[in-house]
């Protein structure tokens, strides 16, 4: 098991004769971090070659790497994680950063979803590298929680539903390879009146959703289209607003002066 304190930090690497000896002596070292700092923004714990049992970790060990250093990016790695640890890790107080790296979770993922769900205010970010060890059902509700900022998936082999309920997904931002072998066209794929492509190109009006051969994927009644069209205007007019242009101060004004110019005669 390695633990690594940042990209120019020490790096540790613990041997022992079974996983329980060796997850004390890494919760042993991450305990000896001072409160608070800013140094080591990145962390990485886990194991290089195989699955490593962190299941014997006592449970505020995850609590301990955060409250050390609330804005560093941590990194566990090929980490087997109690139910327990799921929910530690998705309940932290503040927002974090975390990329779960070939990780397991030892139910499932159940709990660390149903935490997801239920916290009250964002997680942050959230990244799974190299795979993403979770059942259907709990994956599928993953891309239902709506306390997320960011969501990073790793390449991804999906069928037409699930490349549309990760098109939905309720995020700032997304980061995904998806391969399906064909996106159906059909109106159902999107959902009963396209309700799934209209839902996500509201949210993400910088998007333009088309198939292998780079065809706008479209309705038969122009409703897509009109989105596109507002889509467009919208980016404009916000492009309006955060753009000042120098000739916008000599311009308004005389403007405004030969309106009232004319209004007096």
């Not at 891309?143 to 997320?148: E, N």
Request: proline share 4%.
């Amino acid at each position: 098991m390695f633990i690594k304190f940042g990209s120019k930090g020490p790096a540790l690497h613990i041997v022992g004769t079974t996983d329980k000896e060796v997850t004390e002596t890494a919760s042993y070292f991450l305990d000896l971090e001072s409160l608070p700092t800013t140094d080591h923004r990145e962390l990485s714990v886990g194991s290089p070659f195989s699955y490593f049992d962190f299941t014997a970790a006592p449970t505020p060990c995850l609590s301990r790497i955060f409250e050390v250093a609330p804005l560093r990016c941590v990194s566990l790695m090929s980490l087997l994680l109690s139910a327990d640890q799921s929910t530690e890790l998705a309940t932290m107080s503040e927002k974090v950063q975390v990329n779960i790296v070939d990780c397991i979770f030892q139910d499932g993922g159940t709990a660390f979803v149903d935490a997801l769900v239920s916290r009250p205010s964002s997680f942050g970010s959230l990244t799974f590298e190299v795979q993403v060890n979770m059942d259907d059902d709990n994956f599928n509700r993953l891309l239902r929680v709506d306390t997320l900022e960011h969501l990073g998936l790793p390449f991804l082999f999906t069928d037409d539903q699930d490349s549309i309920l990760l098109l939905s997904v309720k995020v700032e931002s997304l980061r995904s390879f998806v391969f399906a072998p064909m996106l159906s066209i059909e109106t159902k794929a999107f959902g009963r009146g396209f309700c799934f492509l209209k839902q996500f190109l509201s949210r993400n009006r910088t998007f333009t959703v088309m198939d292998h051969d780079k065809r706008i994927y479209k309705d038969t009644w122009w409703a897509i289209d009109c989105m596109y069209e507002f889509n467009r205007f919208y980016r404009g007019v916000t492009g309006l607003v955060t753009e000042t242009h120098s000739e916008r101060a000599v311009l308004v004004p005389a403007a405004l002066t030969k309106h009232a110019r004319y209004a007096s005669l």
